[in-house]
């Protein structure tokens, strides 16, 4: 249990369980904050976009018609609508995410799982006034005045550093307008389901081999899954590294020379140790990892 | 025993058997997201919750007797997408939309009586207290209104000037420009002391207070001159609207900060999240009703100049606001 696996643990720790009413645990895994703050940047880049789009659209409007009128309603109205409501009208879809959100695939969810209101989000967007808004009009005019009062410029960036770093401060990342929607942000990536390694073996070949319930029961779930991982990726030096170490562990002699006799090696160890483990799972034996000796 | 007698029962047919299924649940959440609900016909709608709880029921299976890492984390992103479309999915936004005017509206603004009385009290308190302010010694008058924004209405104008401002006809166009700034201005200053209300209500405070003194301080400008009842006509036609529109914002603001002060039985967040959703309900109905006002201000305001069709406005504007959310949706949701 003591081993150490720390970018697992940190990944451990933003992990949250939903109960589905069928009664099953999903476990959903907060976003983090670097990927928050890509999100906001691409979504504040668009927005950016868009408003110059908007001002250089009210320019031309201005020239057909030769008076300020339609184009300044166009630019003010325009203005208001991207400021207040960019944000709520995406995350109102069926993917519940800004442009910026699925490019970095995160999406918001109730936090108790329950129905994501329009009131919710709303609600977490309108926050935004005081979290981005505010302290970027108080800074352009503290720059328009030469920052006459350098107290007021450093309580505005006292204000803004509160507001920014708020995600973490808190053990579930929330941001002011989280805290006040009951919502959440969460990572929405769709891993592939990789093809079946035990489909790929069979089971003559593994026989040959001859592994001993002792040479299988030296590792736990925790080591086969990572095995499974390394197979899938079959990169040759990873493959060739821990064949060696299985070997050493359970005292195989090294008789392994190039990179398709080592990759055979594990492939066949992997399905028998998994078949192995998978049996004992059925009598509710689990192994969790090699430090495991109640399974 | 060695591994050779294991039985070639388990995952291997598990997966081979349910593969079709889960591909099948994957391509129908793709379409869903990427297109709309309405992509799907009658017989994909009664397959989606079948093909959800197979895939729900594999995970658990799974989780049980599988240590194929990647299946797993298959099926769980899987059912976490299938569950959010089926759980967490909303009405469809007419629907929506309907409802919120039919009761979600005046149901949040019931919601915030308490509030809201607070509020106007403290609005009217400060806006009394600003006419005093200002008789008591002129001199405030320029303290509290800002030059530009006054626009010669102060202390030192004539009546005649003073009268002009109220029922004359403005000299240049743009009403429609005039509109629409004063409705995007408002709503921003509206949607921060929403906003603003999260700091336990207390900036709310002082953005009430401080457009309470405002007014105060103008009428002390007109009312020794005679001119009260008048100004009264040209604010309300469309402040009727707009004050009862600022003092719902600013109610909603003090609804989510006593939420966060004094959370009660619930814990601070459930309270804060419950608060917040109804304030946000406020809040769509605060913008709308600075539109209206915005609308009223720009054109109503400035074409029609007698007192008794202003106060008309102005009172038939009120009562259908309060009859409004006093009644709105009660039947429909206790």
């Not at chain 1, 325009?78 to 944000?87: K, M, P, Q, S």
């Not at chain 1, 398709?260 to 799972?281: K, N, Q």
């Not at chain 2, 619930?266 to 946000?280: F, P, S």
């Not at chain 2, 009703?289 to 007192?307: C, P």
Request: charged share 20%; aromatic share 10%.
């Amino acid at each position: 249990m003591a081993e150490p696996r720390t970018a697992a643990d940190k990944k451990e720790r933003r992990l949250r369980e939903l109960v589905t009413p069928e009664g099953v645990t999903l476990h959903l895994r907060l976003a983090s904050a670097g990927s928050r703050a890509g999100a906001f940047t691409v979504d504040a880049v668009i927005m950016l976009v868009i408003l110059i789009a908007l001002t250089v659209l009210a320019f031309f409007i201005i020239g057909g018609f030769r008076t300020i009128g339609p184009a300044a309603i166009i630019w003010l109205l325009g203005f208001f609508l991207l400021r207040n409501f960019y944000f709520t009208l995406f995350e109102s879809g069926v993917r519940a995410a800004t442009p910026g959100k699925r490019m970095l695939k995160l999406r918001v969810v109730a936090r108790d799982g329950g129905r994501l209101t329009g009131g919710a989000i709303l609600a977490r967007n309108l926050m935004r006034e005081v979290e981005v808004f505010l302290p970027l009009i108080f800074l352009l005019s503290a720059q328009a005045q030469g920052f006459s009062n350098r107290w007021l410029a450093l309580l505005g960036f006292a204000w803004t550093g509160i507001f920014l770093f708020m995600p973490l401060f808190n053990r579930d990342r929330l941001r002011a307008g989280d805290l006040i929607a009951g919502t959440w942000v969460v990572e929405n990536e769709r891993p592939k389901i990789a093809p079946d390694l035990l489909a790929a073996n069979d089971s003559a070949r593994t026989d040959a081999w001859g592994f001993t319930p002792h040479e299988l029961e030296t590792y736990g779930q925790f080591e086969i899954q990572r095995l499974e991982d390394v197979l899938h990726r079959n990169d040759p030096d990873t493959v060739t590294t821990v064949a060696g170490v299985i070997r050493r562990k359970i005292g195989r002699r090294d008789q392994g020379g190039s990179w398709s006799e080592d990759r055979a090696f594990l492939e066949a160890y992997y399905t028998a140790a998994r078949l192995h483990l998978e049996r004992r799972l059925l009598f509710g034996q689990r192994k969790r990892d090699k430090f495991d000796s109640t399974g | 025993m060695t591994a050779s007698t294991a039985p070639a029962f388990g995952v291997r047919h598990f997966r081979t058997e349910r593969e079709a299924d889960w591909q099948r649940l994957e391509a129908l959440l793709d379409l869903v997201e990427k297109k709309s609900p309405k992509r799907l016909t009658n017989e994909d709608l009664v397959e989606l919750p079948r093909l959800y709880r197979t895939t729900l029921s594999a995970l658990s299976i799974a989780r049980e007797t599988s240590l194929d890492a990647s299946m797993i984390a298959y099926l769980e992103s899987l059912s976490t997408r299938a569950y959010f479309i089926l759980y967490g999915c909303r009405e469809p936004l007419w629907r929506q939309i309907g409802g919120f005017f039919a009761y979600g509206w005046p149901a949040a603004v019931r919601g915030i009586f308490p509030e809201t009385l607070l509020i106007a009290a403290l609005f009217l308190a400060s806006a009394v207290a600003g006419y005093f302010l200002v008789l008591s010694d002129p001199a405030w008058f320029n303290a509290i209104i800002p030059p530009e924004m006054a626009s010669g209405r102060d202390m030192n104008a004539t009546a005649d000037y003073l009268r002009s401002t109220l029922y004359d006809r403005p000299k240049e166009g743009g009403l429609e420009v005039f509109a629409t700034f004063l409705f995007t201005h408002n709503a921003q200053i509206s949607i921060m002391a929403f906003a603003l209300g999260f700091a336990f209500g207390i900036p709310t405070f002082f953005l009430i207070a401080s457009n309470g003194v405002l007014l105060g301080a103008m009428y002390a400008a007109f009312i020794p001159k005679g001119l009260g009842v008048g100004l009264t006509g040209w604010l309300m036609i469309h402040g009727s609207t707009e004050l009862s529109a600022i003092i719902l914002a600013g109610a909603a603001g003090l609804h989510i900060g006593r939420a966060v002060a004094f959370p009660g039985t619930r814990t601070r967040m459930a309270a804060a999240g419950e608060a917040g959703r109804r304030a946000a309900l406020v809040m769509i109905g605060v913008v709308i009703m600075l539109l209206v006002a915005g609308l009223l201000e720009g054109f109503a305001r400035q074409l029609i100049t007698a007192d008794g069709a202003r106060f008309a406005i102005a009172a038939a504007m009120l009562a259908l606001w309060v009859g409004y959310f006093a009644l709105g949706g009660r039947r429909a949701h206790g």
